[in-house]
């Protein structure tokens, strides 16, 4: 209302000012064009009539002036005759009445010899006086004074100041109203809409802004995003309590969050790995952000969130090097940056020998058991090092003039940088996660670097794998290949005064969204599948060898061989993500696949169903979700995997009531969803079992199981996996000399 208030008064003094301005400067011209006008008229009478009264004054004759005077005068016009002394000698008989015994304006005229002009107030009446010296022989005989009523001039002008002033009032109302409706429109009816909003939102009611893209546009989007942490908060703040009700303490990202703020004490924190947590690329002529779908991505969010950290990772992106700075640094996320990654560029030669070859062609293969036979070249073996020292030379120039810094590298394309690291800064705290398996002595012991790799590894302070087998296996691994003393009480490696921890840190998932979220409905999932579609299996994989997708889809073949009842009532829809393309062994499994799939569906299909439905391709979440949510079992059929984040997501999605999972035992998953139906991959006739027990397993049986297993993976999750590993590193106590003690 005040704001109303100021805008009106401000439209008034400024419409005021400014009429007024320009009725003053109308007004004065009017004035002087009729004051000009007045003169005109008097000066052409005065002129004239001197020339007459001028002889008769010099010659006394004052009959003859009122002659004159009479047939020149009029009620509008006077006439006077003054004599040298300005003493009045005639006036025309309107006048005279009015006159003033004295006008300074004659005895002006009478000792300047000039005429005057001027207005007076005569009889109460405005009056133009024009006073004419009349000749003498020396000086001036007399003085003709013509009176003329000016009263149409003050009435002219008082007229011209009450049409401007209607015309003030005309133009302030119009714009008056005019404001107060686009105020209403614009601004108040808006913001009280916001005001609505904002309860709404205070009241923990979602809804979208009311305004967008207009004046408040902006306001509203910044306010949205103040909502939307507020009303995390206000959850976190909610399972949190809930929580405490319960008696646990869950890990939460908002849990991770303060727990790494208060264990880093403002020490900073360095990320390495090889995916990037956010990719800019070309689309069309515009840039685009991408953020993989990764476990890695999701678990290490958290933590850079909350220290604000450097996360240094190859820039894989075709509009990445776009995106940096001179420091090939980008801040995360891009409009409100949280913490740095700085990007390290590779040829196409380093990518090829490094990633390509040497980690997903030697290493990836030599650590599953997956009887693909691993490839090692000495041109991949001379890459991996150029580029893990690559890696190291930018880790140590951005953590130069920190001290004591914690360092987190991830996974198996680093296996030499702890040991390039640890040699330059001793005095740095780093871990290694392993993310695949690791194998048994005499499968790693093929590898003809084995002992560069183990002794770069063990450079770090803590290694981390998914299962103590895993550690297991890298501490006899260990024991039999290089000098080095294997503490297993500790489960560490000491090697002269360094000792090397290892230690198993689950992976998991982050919570499934909200049932309410997953937006497509079981019926709308099958209508797409066929008209008699009552059953749905899911698989979701990257396209990968040690997935067993190949056994899998043998196994579906088998079920509907066995329980051709089935055929036309259930469905299974894969979805798989090309992956390693430049591989030649995926190239392979790809087509294979294809051909799998294309040979099954054609000897089993009819006109309107077929047994597999192939979704070839990277899916969001958003479009795997559904598949999660209302499939009645999910595949998980790896020949061997270091954790395998599908099953857990699965169980975390999946509803209570309907889902099953069929998981390999060759997973690290295997080791904690122990209610899942464990198969072997390999063992096809055990899978179509398993696929028919999965479909016909009474739905109490189902719930339970899925309910402990849910139970399991909301408590083992993401967040907890983060901050166990940084738990873990922050009880390192490394001194100067990098000796380590926990
Ligand atoms: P991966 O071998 O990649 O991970 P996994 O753990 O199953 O295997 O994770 C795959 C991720 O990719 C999941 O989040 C999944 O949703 C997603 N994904 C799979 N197929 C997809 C598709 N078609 N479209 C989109 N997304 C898809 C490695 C190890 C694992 C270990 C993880 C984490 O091999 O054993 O669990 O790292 O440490």
């Known amino acids: 209302m005040r704001l109303v208030i100021r805008l009106l008064g401000a439209i008034w003094v400024s419409s005021l000012v400014i009429i007024a301005g320009f009725a003053f400067l109308q007004v004065q011209s009017e004035r002087s064009r009729m004051l000009t006008d007045l003169e005109r008229r008097a000066w052409l009478m005065g002129e004239g009539l001197k020339e007459a009264i001028e002889p008769a004054i010099l010659r006394g004759q004052p009959a003859r002036i009122e002659r004159i005077l009479k047939k020149f005068g009029s009620p509008r016009r006077g006439i006077?005759?003054?004599d040298q002394f300005a003493g009045l000698l005639v006036a025309t008989p309107d006048l005279a009445p009015r006159l003033p015994s004295s006008l300074p304006i004659i005895s002006q005229a009478l000792t300047t010899g000039q005429a005057q002009k001027g207005v007076e107030t005569l009889g109460g009446q405005k009056t133009y006086l024009y006073a004419v010296p009349l000749q003498g022989e020396e000086r001036p005989a007399g003085a003709l004074v013509i009176f003329l009523d000016a009263s149409q001039l003050e009435f002219h002008l008082s007229a011209l100041w009450q049409q401007n002033a209607v015309r003030l009032m005309i133009l302030a109302s119009v714009v008056s109203l005019l404001t107060l409706l686009v105020v209403r429109w614009s601004i108040t009816h808006p913001l009280r809409r916001m005001a609505e909003w904002a309860q709404q939102m205070r009241a923990g009611?979602?809804?979208?802004?009311p305004v967008s893209g207009q004046l408040f546009g902006s306001l509203a989007s910044e306010f949205t995003e103040l909502a939307r942490s507020l009303d995390d908060a206000r959850a976190a703040a909610e399972r949190e309590a809930l929580l405490r009700l319960e008696g646990e303490a869950l890990w939460t990202a908002e849990r991770l969050k303060q727990f790494v703020r208060s264990q880093l004490n403002d020490t900073p924190l360095f990320a390495v790995s090889n995916r990037e947590p956010l990719i800019h690329q070309w689309r069309g002529r515009k840039i685009e952000t991408v953020e993989p779908a990764s476990g890695l991505v999701t678990a290490l969010e958290p933590i850079m969130h909350a220290c604000g950290g450097l996360w240094i990772a190859h820039g894989s992106?075709?509009?990445d090097r776009e995106t940096v700075d001179a420091q090939d640094k980008v801040g995360v996320p891009p409009e409100q940056p949280a913490y740095t990654l700085k990007r390290v560029w590779l040829t196409k030669e380093e990518e090829d020998g490094y990633y390509n070859g040497f980690a997903n062609e030697g290493l990836w293969p030599l650590c599953h058991i997956a009887h693909t036979r691993p490839v090692f070249r000495a041109s991949d073996w001379a890459a991996y090092r150029r580029v893990n020292e690559k890696f190291a030379e930018a880790l140590l120039e951005e953590m130069e003039g920190t001290e004591r810094p914690y360092v987190l590298i991830q996974d198996y394309h680093f296996a030499l940088l702890p040991r390039l690291v640890k040699d330059?800064?001793?005095d740095a705290r780093i871990v290694l996660f392993w993310h695949i398996p690791w194998p048994n002595p005499e499968a790693f012991g093929i590898c003809p670097w084995q002992q560069e790799i183990l002794l770069g590894m063990l450079g770090a302070d803590l290694i981390g794998f998914h299962i103590?087998?895993?550690?297991?296996?890298?501490?006899?691994?260990?024991?039999?290949?290089?000098?080095?003393?294997?503490?297993?009480?500790r489960f560490g490696v000491v090697r002269g005064r360094h000792t090397t921890y290892v230690k198993p840190f689950p992976i998991s998932v982050a919570p499934a969204p909200d049932p309410a979220d997953v937006g497509v409905s079981r019926d709308e999932l099958l209508k797409d599948l066929g008209p008699s579609v009552e059953f749905l299996g899911v698989g979701?994989?990257?396209?990968?060898?040690?997935?067993?997708?190949l056994?899998?889809?043998?196994?579906?073949?088998?079920?509907?061989e066995r329980y051709p009842d089935y055929r036309q009532r259930m469905v299974f829809v894969e979805l798989a993500a090309p992956s390693r393309s430049h591989i030649k062994r995926y190239q392979d499994l790809d087509e294979e696949v294809d051909r799998a799939v294309e040979k099954i569906n054609w000897s089993l299909r009819t006109n309107q169903w077929k047994p597999i439905a192939y979704l070839r391709g990277h899916h969001s979440h958003k479009e795997i979700w559904p598949y999660y949510r209302h499939a009645d079992f999910c595949m998980v059929t790896s020949l061997h995997d270091g954790m395998n984040l599908v099953a857990k997501e699965y169980v975390s999605a999946a509803e209570e009531e309907r889902g099953v999972l069929i998981l390999s035992r060759f997973t690290g998953a295997a080791r904690e969803l122990v209610d899942a139906l464990q198969v072997n991959p390999y063992h096809i006739d055990e899978m179509a079992e398993a696929i028919r027990l999965a479909i016909e397993m009474p739905p109490a049986e189902r719930a339970i199981r899925m309910r402990r297993m849910k139970q399991i993976v909301r408590e083992r999750n993401i967040y907890r996996w983060a901050g166990l590993l940084l738990e873990e590193l922050t009880r390192l106590s490394v001194d100067r000399a990098g000796v380590a003690e926990v």
């Open 317 to 319: 992106g075709d509009a």
């Open 551 to 560: 056994e899998r889809l043998r196994a579906i073949e088998r079920f509907f």
């Open 468 to 489: 103590q087998f895993h550690c297991n296996n890298f501490l006899e691994t260990v024991d039999r290949t290089i000098e080095a003393r294997v503490d297993r009480e």
């Open 424 to 426: 330059r800064r001793p």
């Open 80 to 82: 006077a005759v003054y």
């Open 205 to 209: 009611k979602t809804a979208p802004p």
């Open 540 to 549: 979701v994989d990257r396209i990968d060898y040690t997935k067993g997708i």
